[in-house]
């Protein structure tokens, strides 16, 4: 059964994102997995206005988590850390 990653990003420094973008896009592909959506600005329909939102699909629930644990993504978080507020979750499809 298909799992999803869905993330929720609050970018506070866009102009430092870019090596993050390429390396996090580089360890989703490793591991199987393919962005359905990425760096959307969602039409809020109901509730408060949220932030940029990925969805990424993976062919099951322990290929994501073995993406997440990975040493590539683990490498490309580092990127990541005081640009960005990150919530990630996953569900299965």
Do not use: C
């Amino acid at each position: 059964m298909p799992a999803y990653v869905i993330g929720e990003a609050e970018i506070l420094h866009p102009e430092r994102m870019q090596p993050y973008s390429v390396a996090v896009a580089k360890a989703v592909a490793l591991h199987g997995g393919k962005y359905l959506a990425r760096g959307s600005v969602p039409e809020t329909l109901e509730g408060t206005d949220g932030h940029k939102f990925l969805l990424i699909e993976f062919p099951d629930r322990q290929t994501a988590r073995n993406w997440f644990a990975s040493p590539e993504y683990q490498a490309a978080k580092q990127l990541r850390l005081g640009n960005s507020n990150l919530r990630l979750l996953l569900i299965d499809g």
